[in-house]
Each structure stands twice: as structure tokens, then as C-alpha cells.
């Protein structure tokens, strides 16, 4: 198995057998159109960013065209078409998921008793592998997207995000959806404990009406992507008048496999002491659901609100992608 540094060295160079197999590993979608992967031991031939499982290295023979894979007797795989185009992958990035079932079966106790206590909650692994691959492998894709924001050109830090446009991709709706429904409690205790007026209704979709009317429509989620040496700034996502307290980010890549360093990183500020920072280890496919903007702490006088902001470490090597399910919408 390459390292991450390996793999960020070959990726955009398609003409070798490491290369090619460093951007099937990293399910690439820039690869696409440059090879084909063929399987021996299932007859299928792929585009380099298939979601499917990862075959073993053994098994593969690459080709320059997919003419030449059927040519040897390959036929094209069922999930990611290469027989198709483009196309296909942006109707699977549409297509409905099931995730709903999975985040209800998460331990939300758990999860909202560490947010309440540290300002984040980890849920454990929540994106399957291929899902992991599917998303990253459709940040190329710009039909998918309403804008692009390089993080240089506005002092943001080193990387690039794209923000997806209305309809969202359909594991994205669904996971926005679910993890909305059962965040909402904590999200509406933590404004009675700070005594703000603010009630956030039951279902996204009600939400998303009032941000909509207060003049925020433009849909927020987004993938983001940091190569060698980018970093995220420390940020707050707020877009508007209107804003859900808490998000969530997944990671999509394998730490110390696809890239090294990289790491989610939370800052709080309480009042009259210095900041604290945290370190937040991820695994591919987990989620972080955070504070936005502030979070209640219970003091010795009764409550009060700190501060936090977010951010990614500087990548020492290898690509990195994330997906962010924002729940407000940006004016």
C-alpha cells in the first residue's frame, strides 16, 4: 500500500502502473478519461473513481481506453457506467440514500452529552466506504456546484471548497435532513439556557422556509479539498441573520493512507481567558457535529456563552476531502 506522500507524488501522473494505482486509491476523479481499471477476477472493467470496493493490486490490468478493456473480453461495471460518461456519476451523486435509518440508530445520548460538555460529539463511522469515494470523486463535477471559493484569494487559507447548488445530491439531503431532526432538541435547549427568544421548528424543511423569506437561499453544503500544504483557517460559518447553532463535517479520505496531517482542529473562547484549543481525531466516513458560532457553559453564577471557531491544520502530505452539511442558507 503507497503512503499518502506516495500517492500525492503520482496523482496527476497517469502515465505509469503506480500512478494509475495511487488514483484508483484515492478514487480520482480527474483520472477519469486518462485509464480504465479492469478486474480479472470479476470481468469488469471501471472508471479510476468507482465507488465500489477496492480491488486487490493483483487483480487489476489497466487499460488506455475503454474500447481496449472490452476488446480483452471486460465488460463495464454497473455502478460507476464507464461506458456512460459524466453523466452517470452526477445521477448517482443525485440518486435517493437510506442514511436516515443509520443516524437514527447513532447513540444520541452520547453524542449531545459531549457536545454539551466540549462543543463537538463524534458519531463513530456513518458513511460507508463507497459513499466516502463517491463524494470525493464528484468535487470535479461542476454541474453539481453554485460556486468555487479558493481560500487563498480571500485569506481564508490554502485549499478550495465548492458549494453545492439546489437539488442536493441525494445522500446529502437525506443526512442533512436526519441529522437536523435530531439535533434540534439541544440546538432549543441551548437557547432557553441563554435566554435568546429563538426557537428552531421540528423539520429542516420548515427552517429553510424562514431562512428563505429572511432573503437565504442559497444552499450551503459543500465539499471542500486541501492537497500538500493547505490549511483552513479559524472560521465561523455564519451566512445570515439567521443561523442553526451546531454542523457537521465527515471526513472522506484515510488518515496516515491518503494524506497525513490535515487535522480538525476547535478553538473556544471564554470570557476573561485565554483560548482552548482541541484536536479532533477523525476517521474516514465519521462525522463531527460542532458549535457554529457559541455554546452555554454553566458557571458558578449560572450560565454563559463562550465562543468557538474551527479550522483544518496544514496537510503535511496527500489530498483531503470533507463534506459539510451547513443547516442555514446564506443570503
Not at 257 to 286: C, K, N
Request: charged share 25%.
Amino acid at each position: 500500500m503507497e503512503s499518502a506522500r506516495e500517492i500525492e507524488e503520482t496523482a496527476e501522473d497517469f502515465s505509469s502502473d503506480t500512478a494509475r494505482w495511487a488514483a484508483v486509491q484515492a478514487g480520482s476523479a480527474a483520472a477519469e478519461g486518462h485509464f480504465w481499471t479492469a478486474v480479472r477476477t470479476t470481468g469488469i472493467y471501471c472508471q479510476p473513481s468507482c465507488p465500489a470496493r477496492l480491488p486487490h493490486r493483483a487483480n487489476i490490468t489497466f487499460y488506455d481506453s475503454r474500447e481496449a478493456a472490452e476488446r480483452a473480453g471486460f465488460r463495464p461495471c454497473k455502478r460507476c457506467r464507464p461506458d456512460q460518461g459524466p453523466d452517470a456519476r452526477r445521477q448517482r451523486a443525485r440518486r435517493p440514500h437510506r442514511i436516515g435509518e443509520r443516524v437514527a440508530a447513532l447513540d444520541w445520548e452520547r453524542i449531545t452529552a459531549e457536545i454539551d460538555d466540549r462543543g463537538y460529539g463524534l458519531t463513530g463511522p456513518l458513511l460507508t466506504e463507497a459513499e466516502c469515494r463517491e463524494l470525493a470523486a464528484v468535487y470535479d463535477d461542476d454541474a453539481l456546484y453554485r460556486s468555487t471559493v479558493v481560500m487563498k484569494r480571500h485569506g481564508f487559507g490554502s485549499g478550495e471548497y465548492r458549494y453545492f447548488r439546489y437539488p442536493l445530491p441525494g445522500l446529502v439531503e437525506d443526512l442533512r435532513q436526519a441529522a437536523y431532526s435530531r439535533i434540534v432538541p439541544l440546538a432549543n435547549r441551548w437557547m432557553e439556557v441563554t435566554g435568546q427568544a429563538q426557537r428552531y421548528p421540528e423539520q429542516l424543511a420548515d427552517f429553510l422556509a424562514a431562512c428563505h423569506a429572511a432573503g437565504q437561499e442559497r444552499p450551503t453544503p459543500l465539499l471542500l479539498r486541501y492537497g500538500t500544504g493547505d490549511y483552513n483557517c479559524l472560521h465561523q460559518d455564519l451566512y445570515g441573520d439567521l443561523a442553526f447553532p451546531l454542523q457537521l463535517a465527515v471526513l472522506l479520505d484515510r488518515p496516515g493512507m491518503d494524506f497525513e496531517g490535515g487535522e480538525f482542529v476547535l478553538t473556544e473562547q471564554r470570557p476573561r481567558m485565554q483560548s482552548r484549543a482541541e484536536v479532533v481525531p477523525l476517521v474516514r466516513g465519521e462525522a463531527v457535529i460542532f458549535a457554529v458560532n457559541e455554546r452555554p457553559v454553566q458557571g458558578g453564577r449560572g450560565p454563559y456563552r463562550v465562543k468557538l471557531r474551527h479550522g483544518v491544520s496544514r496537510l503535511r502530505c496527500g489530498r483531503r476531502h470533507t463534506l459539510g452539511i451547513i443547516f442555514h442558507d446564506a443570503a
